[in-house]
């Protein structure tokens, strides 16, 4: 362990950076020990990442002082953050796929040779003692996303890396999954390493961490003893204001199938394999969650709904028509109301340059009768939408890439919702929304669901999933590893399944 006269690892002091009239910091004060596990807690923008961008030499900060071990120091690039031990693994690997995980783990790492037989020796003896589980041989792109997260913290530890920075590590991890990691944190803790996590996921963060620093709109308002706090405390010292906690789950007495899925089989552009026989049925006045690491299936499954990808094989039957090969504007033309809130904002669902009104038009624009386009009830519906979501824009005219992510996010489901569907399909609907609007677009699924819409629900929260959902259909690389009842199955059956067990009877939806 380092010594210094306060033995803070790291001390941030008055720490600003701003982008252009966009302020991602301001004075920050920040610390932490050697032997301590401190979480970094915030909402999408509050910025979390730009800070640690900073420790990490990304950035550069334009004002306040970082020093390390006591010193103070000035880091300007990567390099040299990792000699003053600083490590920080991102939420999106930055490995090396065609090659093995002793070559990603050593690449980088100038004026050293060593033998290759002396260095697996090496890297399978600092794997024992901080209990992380490798085979230095295998090749990266035959990991799972845990193996490859294991990798990307030992390169941070054979550089010699004391003070380790997390960005969202259990984001594309199962329940299992992230037990370990958290199991080998603790181990690294243990030994005297100083670990910051950043996250926004409540209950892990009083899981693993001894202190919780929280950041709102660029600047820390609160840093607690995890012992001392709970979840609700934590939720409004995030968001500045009294929040509720509870998802409620309506009953609704509507089992009629209004959309099965058959056999369906689906192949990427660069001829991977998508989604493998699939099978399910969606029921009006339910929400079927669908949970699963990262790239399973997901987004190949809405996008084939909804007419954006064609399928390979099988059928999308609703109210029993097949609706395989229509294209989307075709389905409209059926009359089938089937709305879909995608994974990606502004390159898929809404038109970037225009204003609020205008995005609600593309949604009717086909309902004006002759040349001339009455906007009034577009307007009457961004207003709406304004005061019901709380959607902050400077005005309704305002272009919707000018709002954070958030409310762009707000604008779409919204107007999804207002368009009375019958089939709902939503992809990661509250990502990047505050706590209170993530409990305000659960709510509003809740109101679709008692009018009998049926709702397909992407999610990555198995908290959410399990207290939202009717049931939950779980997918791996592709295939439906089962599809169980939300309220009788656990966040470690789901994980099972996330990580590739099939359930008896998965190809089965009775």
Do not use: W
């Not at 609007?437 to 679709?448: G, M, P, V």
């Amino acid at each position: 362990m380092r010594a210094n006269d306060t033995n803070y690892a790291i001390e941030l002091k008055g720490i600003t950076k701003t982008f252009g009239r966009v302020v991602a910091n301001e004075n920050v004060n920040l610390s932490i020990k050697y032997g301590e596990i401190l979480a970094l807690l915030g909402e999408n923008g509050s910025g979390k990442t730009t800070l640690m961008n900073i420790l990490s030499g990304i950035y550069y900060a334009d004002e306040g002082s970082v020093y390390i071990d006591g010193k103070e120091v000035f880091i300007t690039n990567p390099h040299e953050a990792i000699n003053l031990g600083i490590g920080m693994i991102h939420q999106h690997f930055k490995l090396v796929e065609v090659f093995s995980a002793m070559d990603n783990i050593v690449l980088g790492t100038r004026g050293r040779y060593v033998k290759n037989s002396a260095l697996k020796e090496e890297i399978l003896e600092m794997s024992k003692k901080f209990g992380l589980e490798t085979e230095p041989d295998k090749k990266v792109y035959n990991m799972s996303v845990s193996e490859k997260q294991t990798v990307e913290i030992m390169k941070v530890l054979y550089r010699g890396a004391k003070i380790l920075i997390l960005d969202e590590p259990t984001s594309v991890l199962t329940p299992q999954e992230t037990a370990k990691l958290f199991a080998i944190l603790r181990r690294m803790k243990d030994r005297g390493n100083a670990i910051i996590i950043i996250t926004h996921k409540l209950h892990e963060v009083l899981a693993i961490s001894d202190r919780v620093a929280i950041l709102r709109k660029g600047r820390v308002v609160g840093t607690v003893k995890t012992g001392e706090t709970k979840e609700k405390e934590l939720a409004e010292l995030m968001v500045g204001r009294p929040v509720s906690l509870e998802i409620n789950r309506p009953e609704t007495t509507s089992k009629k199938t209004v959309l099965k899925v058959v056999d369906l089989s689906v192949v990427n552009e660069d001829g991977t394999r998508g989604l493998k026989n699939v099978n399910f049925k969606l029921k009006s006045g339910e929400i079927l969650g669908v949970a699963g690491v990262a790239g399973s299936g997901q987004r190949e499954l809405c996008e084939t709904i909804a007419g954006l990808m064609e399928a390979k094989t099988g059928a999308i039957l609703y109210n029993k028509e097949n609706i395989i090969g229509k294209t989307p504007d075709e389905i409209i033309n059926l009359g089938i109301s089937m709305s879909f809130v995608p994974e990606d904002r502004l390159g898929m669902g809404l038109v970037g340059s225009m204003d609020m009104v205008d995005n609600m038009l593309l949604k009717s624009y086909k309902k004006n009768k002759g040349f001339i386009i009455d906007k009034k009830p577009s307007r009457k519906l961004a207003e709406e939408l304004v005061e019901k979501l709380s959607i902050i824009t400077p005005g309704i005219e305002t272009p919707v890439r000018m709002l954070s992510g958030g409310n762009v996010q707000k604008v779409l489901l919204g107007r999804e919702i207002e368009s009375e569907p019958n089939v709902l399909i939503t992809a990661y609907p509250v990502r990047g929304l505050d706590i209170n609007s993530s409990y305000i677009i659960y709510d509003l699924l809740n109101e679709q669901k008692k009018k009998n819409v049926a709702i397909l629900f992407i999610g990555e929260d198995l908290d959410v999933l399990l207290e939202l959902s009717d049931r939950i259909m779980v997918l791996c690389h592709g295939e439906v590893m089962g599809i169980v009842d939300a309220k009788n199955t656990s966040k470690e059956e789901i994980g099972l399944m996330m990580a590739g067990k099939k359930m008896e009877g998965a190809d089965s939806d009775e």
